[in-house]
T-cell receptor, first 111, second 112 residues
Framework: AQSVSQHNHHVILSEAASLELGCNYSYGGTVNLFWYVQYPGQHLQLLLK??????LVKGIKGFEAEFIKSKFSFNLRKPSVQWSDTAEYFC?????????FGTGTKLQVIP | NAGVTQTPKFQVLKTGQSMTLQCAQD?????MYWYRQDPGMGLRLIYYSASEGTTDKGEVPNGYNVSRLNKREFSLRLESAAPSQTSVYFC???????????FGSGTRLTVV
C-alpha cells in the first residue's frame, strides 16, 4: 500500500532561517510527488510537483524539493523563510489513479 | 477564473439528517476527488472519479455516496449523518488522474 510520512508535525523558525521539511514515501511503482501549502483558513494550493527528470524541482514562492530515490524522500526546502510562509505544508504522492497525503507539518515563522 | 466551486461553505446537521455537498469545476478537468481533512490526520480520500462516468472508493468511503453528474460536477452525499463525519470536506480536480490537484475552498460540516 502506498503511504506518505511527514515526521515534523510542528516547526517554529525565525524569519530568514532556512527551512527543510521531511517527506518519505512508500510506493511500489512509478510515483508522482507533490507539496501543497494551506494558509490559515484557506484551501490547499500546489507548491511544486515531481513526475520524472531532474530530481531538483523548483516551485512557487522560492520553494524547492529534491527527489532522492535511494532514500524514498522528497524534502521541501527554502533558503530564507518569511513570516508570510506561516502555513501548513502537506506532502503527497501517488500513481495514476489517486494521491495519498501526509499528515501535514505546521510551520510557524516568528518575525 | 472560478476553478473549483464548493457549496455550501458551512453546514450544521443533526445526527441522522442527510445532505449533499456540491462541487463544480470549470477547467475541463477529467478527474475529480472528495477528501476530508481532520486535525492530525491530513487529507483522506473518500471517493474519486478518474473520468466522467466512473467513480471509485477511496480510503474512507463508509457513510458516503457520490455522483459524477457530468464532467463538471461531482457531488458527495451523506445519507444519515453521524458525529464522526464532522470534518472539513474538500473537493479537488485534476487534468488527469495523478496530476496536481486544484482544490475548492472547502465545506466545514458539523454533525451534532
Amino acid at each position: 500500500a502506498q503511504s506518505v510520512s511527514q515526521h515534523n508535525h510542528h516547526v517554529i523558525l525565525s524569519e530568514a532561517a532556512s527551512l527543510e521539511l521531511g517527506c518519505n514515501y512508500s510506493y511500489g511503482g512509478t510515483v508522482n510527488l507533490f507539496w501543497y501549502v494551506q494558509y490559515p483558513g484557506q484551501h490547499l494550493q500546489l507548491l511544486l510537483k515531481y513526475f520524472s527528470g531532474d530530481p531538483l524541482v523548483k516551485g512557487i514562492k522560492g520553494f524547492e524539493a529534491e527527489f532522492i530515490k535511494s532514500k524514498f524522500s522528497f524534502n521541501l526546502r527554502k533558503p530564507s523563510v518569511q513570516w508570510s510562509d506561516t502555513a501548513e505544508y502537506f506532502c503527497a504522492g501517488g500513481g495514476y489513479q489517486k494521491v495519498t497525503f501526509g499528515t501535514g507539518t505546521k510551520l510557524q515563522v516568528i518575525p | 477564473n472560478a476553478g473549483v466551486t464548493q457549496t455550501p461553505k458551512f453546514q450544521v446537521l443533526k445526527t441522522g439528517q442527510s445532505m449533499t455537498l456540491q462541487c463544480a469545476q470549470d477547467m475541463n478537468h477529467n478527474s475529480m476527488y472528495w477528501y476530508r481533512q481532520d486535525p492530525g490526520m491530513g487529507l483522506r480520500l473518500i471517493y474519486y472519479s478518474a473520468s466522467e462516468g466512473t467513480t471509485d472508493k477511496g480510503e474512507v468511503p463508509n457513510g458516503y455516496n457520490v455522483s459524477r453528474l457530468n464532467k463538471r460536477e461531482f457531488s458527495l452525499r451523506l445519507e444519515s449523518a453521524a458525529p464522526s463525519q464532522t470534518s472539513v470536506y474538500f473537493c479537488a480536480s485534476s487534468e488527469q488522474a495523478g496530476y496536481g490537484y486544484t482544490f475548492g475552498s472547502g465545506t466545514r460540516l458539523t454533525v451534532v
